[in-house]
């Protein structure tokens, strides 16, 4: 029962204020357009074991919010010039504070066969679903497990994007200044295991924002008969922290730093074998320790996907991945491993299945994702149903589901944090 009420809470999303409205406006004489969208959104998400993170007494919500987008969009067609400004207010019921979320802001200008983009954008490399090999910009991992809507999985990076089109090959290129790393989950919000949570000092080291920590970014594509082909190669930082204790036994302060790092890869995806198959993969190196000798900094690894997706019947699809990770320089790992520190395995693997069905003319959809790590032994489920009342009005309801031994790497560890979430939105 108390599961039921909390379920119809989720679902009660109340909206006071007039509706908001879009606008064009166009100049004849200037050719200058503006166009205004956006959306309110209601965002819960309630942990159903009934534990609570320390700090938190009272709240069973990973997440309770309420947000206001506005996408404003502007452009000049003398000039070949545009502008987008994207982002959210939002009110967090669950520490009580205002804030606002700044999505994307730049500044578009064609020439010729270049195109430039300066400003914050949101970037997205790579044919993985939600599997990330060659896609090395920030995600936010506590939006993800937390059930907020998929688009906030990725982070908006600073950078000056160059694109330059031709009938050989497509280049992109991105020069990113500032350091922006993976959001992810942490004890004050999630009841995750944390093996330095007992440790009372933790000292943050981000990569300054300086000329030799400049992140680069390059990726060539174009399409070779039925595939899409990319090649890419990244020179900055891991967006995921590494850790360095004082003392592996007895830590009494945790260093928290992200090591450098470069990533060259490839990928292609296609029609073939009656469907759409794709394959990535990347080489990790860990500049900063290339020969494996240090535990404490992320090894160099090879990493692959392998998909498959097709259409069964009539608005049923199936797609299915495999995921394989090769740590380079093992031996040397195992060597220099600390006595009690976590052994990684020299291989590790995850697999995924995406079913969604959509029913009632295209307004009901049905989903289920699952990850699945045979080297791990953990899991996350994620089924969702979302209905489309208008092309305005929809609703979501979905579960985060997660197993597997506490210490696992990825999904275990949040075997506490199975949450069901509920979302409302309102487009305009």
């Excluded at 052994?343 to 693997?349: G, M, S």
């Amino acid at each position: 029962m108390k599961v039921i009420k909390k379920i119809s809470s989720l679902l009660i999303v109340g909206i006071f204020i007039q509706p908001p409205y879009s606008v064009m406006a166009q100049d004849g004489n200037a050719g200058k357009n503006i166009e205004i969208h956006g959306f309110l959104l209601g965002a819960n998400s309630v942990r159903t074991t009934g534990e609570k993170p320390t700090g938190q007494e009272g709240h069973d919500f990973l997440l309770a919010e309420e947000r206001v987008r506005l996408d404003m969009f502007g452009w000049m067609e003398s000039i070949e010039a545009s502008a987008r400004v994207k982002g959210d207010f939002l009110h967090d019921n669950v520490s009580r504070e205002f804030d606002a979320d700044l999505r994307e802001a730049y500044l578009d200008y064609r020439t010729g066969d270049f195109d430039f983009r300066l400003g914050r954008q949101i970037v997205t490399w790579g044919i993985g679903d939600l599997i990330f090999i060659n896609d090395v910009f920030p995600k936010d991992y506590v939006s993800f497990f937390s059930g907020r809507p998929l688009e906030y999985l990725k982070i908006g990076s600073d950078a000056l994007r160059t694109r330059y089109s031709s009938e050989l090959a497509n280049v992109e290129f991105l020069v990113i200044p500032f350091f922006e790393p993976n959001n992810l989950p942490t004890s004050e919000r999630f009841l995750f295991l944390d093996p330095f949570s007992d440790v009372s000092t933790r000292n943050e080291q981000e990569p300054e924002t300086a000329f030799e920590n400049t992140q680069l970014a390059l990726r060539l594509y174009r399409r070779i008969k039925d595939f899409d082909v990319s090649a890419y190669a990244y020179r900055g930082f891991w967006l995921s922290p590494n850790m360095k204790p004082d003392d592996v036994a007895s830590p009494s302060q945790v260093i928290v730093f992200y090591p450098e790092l470069s990533v060259y890869g490839l990928s292609a995806q296609g029609g073939a074998l009656n469907g759409i198959v794709s394959f990535e993969t990347g080489y990790y190196q860990s500049r900063q320790d290339q020969g494996g000798k240090d535990p404490f900094i992320s090894n160099s690894q090879i990493r692959i996907l392998i998909g498959y997706q097709r259409q069964v019947w009539e608005d049923f699809t199936v797609s299915v991945q495999y995921y394989g990770e090769y740590m380079t320089q093992y031996d040397e790992y195992i060597e220099s491993l600390p006595e009690g520190a976590p052994l990684l395995d020299e291989y590790r693997d995850l697999v995924t299945v995406r079913l969604t069905q959509l029913l009632m003319r295209q307004t009901l959809e049905l989903s289920f994702f699952a990850f699945y790590s045979r080297s791990d032994e953990d899991y996350m489920i994620i089924p969702k149903v979302k209905y489309n009342f208008t092309d305005e009005l929809s609703a979501l309801l979905g579960a985060n589901i997660f197993g597997g031994p506490k210490d696992a790497p990825n999904f275990g560890r949040f075997d506490k944090d199975d949450n069901i979430f509920a979302l409302i939105k309102y487009a305009f």
